[in-house]
């Protein structure tokens, strides 16, 4: 019947499931829809979600992740932004200190806003260059992400500390500004919760397409980002 078709669906038609999963879910499609009720199951079950992001000079992107964090904060239980932001000189920090603020004082907020401090500098003035800037000439000795992974593992020791309870963790590069996916982001937590109810880890491939190549070269993007660390075997 159309109600049981539309109670299998999560009572949301064709046009909304290609929209809120940015057209890679179908409600045709059972198995998608089997994965984000799965999601769906869990993110309400207690869990909590962590949106884990590092911030510098990113103002013109807060407010669309605080469009995206309203938008999830319709399906968990539980949902906590942690910002690690430092050095920023366009007010990037103010932002997320009025939003924080804001969070705190609205009861009706489903979500909290978690601005770090830092105990080496008032409002984390850090002193710290940002990213190419180091004053080296020679282009191969600079960083391509220079004290991220630091501040990254501080959001992570924040996050153990103050969040042990939360299950899922969402780690999000700020600057490009994207719209998230909610149906998504359930489908990955539906998809990857084993029997056991352990999550694993779910990363994003992407993809940039070279410039004259008509979609013939498509290479990894921001592949910098990652850096090995040496390992005894």
Not at 48 to 69: K, P, Q, T, W, Y
Not at 136 to 146: H, L, V
Request: charged share 25%; glycine share 6%.
């Amino acid at each position: 019947t159309k109600q049981e078709e539309n109670a299998s669906s999560l009572c949301l038609n064709e046009e909304a499931w290609e929209f809120l999963s940015s057209g890679a879910l179908s409600s045709l499609n059972q198995e998608d829809v089997a994965a984000v009720r799965d999601g769906l199951m869990h993110a309400r079950d207690g869990g909590g979600l962590i949106v884990n992001v590092l911030a510098r000079d990113v103002a013109d992107a807060v407010e669309s992740l605080r469009h995206n964090v309203e938008a999830l904060s319709l399906f968990f239980t539980d949902l906590v932004v942690v910002v690690f932001e430092n050095d920023s000189a366009d007010g990037t920090r103010q932002l997320f200190q009025q939003w924080a603020a804001h969070t705190a004082k609205d009861d009706h907020n489903k979500y909290t806003v978690d601005l770090m401090e830092c105990e080496e500098a008032a409002d984390c003035l850090l002193k710290k260059n940002h990213r190419f800037d180091t004053g080296k000439k020679d282009w191969w000795e600079t960083s391509a992400i220079g004290p991220m992974a630091d501040f990254r593992n501080r959001i992570l020791d924040h996050c153990t500390a103050n969040y042990p309870d939360f299950q899922y963790m969402l780690i999000l590069d700020l600057d490009l500004a994207v719209s998230l996916s909610p149906l998504g982001i359930l489908h990955s937590i539906g998809k990857s919760m084993d029997n056991n109810r352990q999550a694993v880890a779910v990363a994003a491939s992407g993809r940039q397409i070279a410039m004259s190549s008509f979609g013939t070269l498509i290479f990894p993007y921001d592949l910098s980002a990652f850096r090995p660390a040496p390992h005894q075997f």
